[in-house]
Every structure is written in structure tokens, then in C-alpha cells.
């Protein structure tokens, strides 16, 4: 089992940046990722971060966002830049995924952490 705790949510202008960080209770050694999820939406992926480090985004954040792992210290990491109003959303961090080609699929993932919120005005 694995728990998962996000930090570094909050309230930033457009153009900003934030970072967030997702700390895991065991050893990082599997694929990790970002979802949101904002007002009257649906959850939608993110990023996410394959055990081999590859890596992968939506249309939407790609060449904004860059998605990261330490393993040594047990922690994501989500770095958003050029910050938009569109981006505001809770943003969950996730583990341990069934296929990575299903990586958009929020039923893919087996752990979810309790989210973080993001408000860009």
C-alpha cells in the first residue's frame, strides 16, 4: 500500500509559476503522475512519469509543465510554468498504474493522494 501527500497548491497570477511536490510512504520505483480536476470537469491526467523515467503530457500543459521523480526522496514533483487561469483545478498525485498506455484513464491508477488546490487569476 502506498500513501501519497501533496504540497505547494495555492494562489498565483497568470504567468506565474508553482511547483508541486507529492511525498510517498515507500520507495519510489514505479510510475507516477498528476491529475486534475477543476469545477464541473472531469478528472484529466496530467503528467506522469514511467519507472524508467520516461515521460508523457497532455496537449494542454506540454512545454509549460515538467513532471519529475527523486527517488531518493520518496517525491514527485510537478513544476508549472506560464500559468493560466484553465489551469486552476485540485491536482491529484497517483501511483502504481496498470498499463502505461492507459495513463490519461484515472481508473489506471491503483493509489490516489488527497489533492492539492491550484488557483491561477
Not at 25 to 53: H, L
Not at 95 to 111: F, G, H, K, N, Q
Amino acid at each position: 500500500h502506498v500513501q501519497l501527500v501533496e504540497s505547494g497548491g495555492g494562489s498565483v497570477q497568470a504567468g506565474g509559476s508553482l511547483t508541486l511536490s507529492c511525498g510517498a510512504s515507500t520507495y519510489t520505483d514505479y510510475s507516477m503522475g498528476w491529475f486534475r480536476q477543476a469545477p464541473g470537469k472531469e478528472r484529466e491526467g496530467v503528467a506522469a512519469i514511467d519507472s524508467d523515467g520516461s515521460t508523457t503530457y497532455a496537449d494542454s500543459v506540454k512545454g509549460r509543465f515538467t513532471i519529475s521523480k527523486d527517488n531518493a526522496k520518496n517525491t514527485l514533483y510537478l513544476q508549472m510554468n506560464s500559468l493560466k487561469p484553465e489551469d486552476t483545478a485540485m491536482y491529484f498525485c497517483v501511483a502504481v498504474i496498470s498499463r502505461w498506455s492507459r495513463w490519461r484513464d484515472r481508473e489506471a491508477w491503483t493509489y490516489w493522494g488527497q489533492g492539492t488546490q491550484v488557483t491561477v487569476s
